[in-house]
């Protein structure tokens, strides 16, 4: 299967912890094992809904996107260092290396939706699931998260 192709992105920003916890004003340090996790690509994770009856009113979707980055922001307020920096800190004395999660810059977790051309059982085909082929109708729509 031919890698699909991103027809439109119509919506770029970065969504912002609901409120800011004293907790995430300060650094968090990465551990031993968080640090040896650096090196080993991550695992991505997504959830596939069908499209439900109601999708058909034209003011559907910027309520589908509004609940989500307000939900989002909900979140961002316990699992704030989603929305934080990788930040490196070198010290001379004495001489050590720092790695953490700098959550103060208050940029925030990026929110995209974007569409694509292909259906839901392109993503399920056999290639990508290793327990083989979903059969799912053509017209259906989802909603993929990534962490």
């Not at 916890?21 to 551990?31: A, C, G, I, N, W």
């Not at 999708?55 to 704030?80: C, G, I, M």
């Not at 977790?109 to 694509?116: G, H, M």
């Amino acid at each position: 299967m031919a890698s699909p192709s991103v027809k439109h992105i119509s919506q770029e920003c970065f969504i912002q912890p609901h409120h800011v916890s004293e907790e995430s004003k300060q650094p968090f340090y990465l551990t031993p094992s968080d640090l040896a996790m650096l090196s080993v690509h991550y695992i991505q994770k997504g959830l596939l809904f069908t499209k439900p009856p109601e999708a058909s009113n034209p003011t559907f979707l910027d309520t589908l996107l509004a609940k989500l980055k307000h939900t989002l922001s909900l979140a961002l307020v316990h699992f704030y260092t989603l929305a934080g920096r990788l930040v490196t800190k070198k010290e001379q004395d004495p001489p050590v290396y720092l790695v953490y999660v700098d959550c103060s810059n208050r940029l925030g977790a990026k929110f995209i939706y974007a569409s694509l051309d292909m259906s839901i059982s392109d993503i399920l085909s056999p290639t990508d699931v290793p327990w083989g082929g979903i059969e799912v109708e053509r017209e259906r729509t989802c909603v993929w998260f990534w962490l």
